[in-house]
């Protein structure tokens, strides 16, 4: 019975053994959890630079009227459930446009120049998100409407009759200004993220803008620091 007994304890001293170095090795070998770059639940500030470049020949554009221009804009966001994001866009950006004030009434007055305006928009935006699993990236996709202000100046010549010297008949005619007008936009985009920490990362995108006027839409890069919390 004794080295029955001693035989069984002895068993029971190796089984608690074996146990606890499978516990140890499997402590040892449970990977550690994700790090967490994007929560679930977050506020976004974006303070970002701009190009903007337009679709036609910028004789041709009806409202920016100028090649391309550079500006800055910042974006509001609120993310729920990680990949969905709503809010609001404001973006201006400094254009220089052609000027002409042409006109023989009764003297004859050729002035062409430049001049340098903002142009500016406020837009609502819904945003998707797709951040990687155990990863910093976040590619986005994003679309917006708003409006878009200070821009479609016009400079246009208009025809007054004639006019004559003697028996010479001149044409009279003057240049009428108009002023910039507002006019609603719709905007489209991708880009990505990159999570330096869980509260500051690097945005870069793409987005095209469609203005409601004709001969007026517009390609704009962004790039900027977001702000999480």
């Not at 029955?4 to 029971?12: D, N």
């Not at 004030?101 to 406020?122: C, K, L, M, Q, Y």
Request: aromatic letters at 16%; a negative charge; hydrophobic letters at 40%.
């Amino acid at each position: 019975m004794k080295k029955f007994a001693l035989a069984f304890l002895v068993l029971l001293s190796v089984g608690l053994v074996a146990r606890a170095g499978e516990d140890k090795e499997m402590k040892q070998v449970a990977p550690p959890p994700c790090p967490e770059w994007y929560a679930d639940n977050e506020w976004n500030i974006n303070l970002w630079g701009t190009y903007l470049f337009t679709g036609n020949d910028w004789r041709d554009d009806e409202y920016i009227e100028a090649d391309h221009a550079f500006g800055g804009g910042l974006d509001v966001k609120y993310f729920f459930h990680r990949y969905f994001g709503i809010g609001i866009e404001g973006f201006a950006a400094e254009a220089r446009r052609q000027t002409f004030d042409f006109a023989n009434h009764p003297v004859f007055i050729d002035e062409t120049g430049s001049e340098t305006r903002p142009i500016g928009a406020v837009l609502g935006t819904f945003t998707l998100r797709y951040p990687l699993q155990c990863s910093r990236f976040a590619p986005y996709i994003w679309g917006g409407f708003g409006g878009i202000f200070d821009g479609g100046e016009r400079d246009e010549i208009v025809q007054d009759g004639l006019g004559g010297i003697g028996n010479i008949p001149i044409p009279l005619f003057h240049t009428e200004h108009h002023g910039a007008e507002v006019e609603g936009i719709g905007q489209i985009g991708a880009g990505f993220e990159v999570r330096f920490t869980r509260h500051i990362g690097w945005t870069n995108d793409f987005s095209w803008n469609f203005v409601t006027r004709d001969n007026s839409d517009f390609g704009m890069v962004r790039s900027g620091i977001n702000f999480a919390f």
